[in-house]
């Protein structure tokens, strides 16, 4: 699977973003997806996760009650909105994929290219 993912750019902090992510194939719907980031000199961050068929997500605690994972099989599209956005959330975003293993584990497959996020104060 190829992923593409857009929508990052410059944001005041408590403002919004969502972010997207194009799957390439027609087993979108398979696959566990999920949403990284990484800070300017920080390792890279698992975020957020969904199943496949979108009843369960994963958040780390960070971002929880303000981020939110969805997807849209149908589109072979993730989403993450990203609401009340603060300079901590600033880093490039990255979209990734699998088929198998626990939603909580961010040990993913695929990638796709990173879309950046700046939030500014």
């Known amino acids: 699977v190829q992923l593409q993912a857009s929508g990052g750019g410059l944001v005041q902090a408590g403002g919004s973003l969502r972010l997207s992510c194009v799957a390439s194939?027609?087993?979108?719907?398979?696959?566990?997806m999920g949403w990284f980031r990484q800070a300017p000199g920080k390792e890279r961050e698992y975020v957020a996760g969904?199943?496949?068929?979108?009843?369960?997500?994963f958040y780390v605690d960070s971002v929880k009650g303000r981020f939110t994972i969805s997807r849209d099989n149908a589109k072979n599209t993730v989403y993450l909105q990203m609401n009340s956005l603060a300079t901590e959330d600033t880093g490039v975003y990255y979209c990734?994929?699998?088929?198998?293993?626990?939603?909580?584990?961010?040990?993913?497959?695929?990638w796709g290219q990173g879309t950046l996020v700046t939030v500014s104060s």
């Open positions: 969904i199943i496949w068929n979108g009843s369960r997500t």
């Open positions: 990734a994929a699998r088929l198998l293993g626990a939603l909580e584990s961010g040990a993913y497959d695929y």
């Open positions: 194939g027609r087993t979108f719907s398979r696959y566990i």
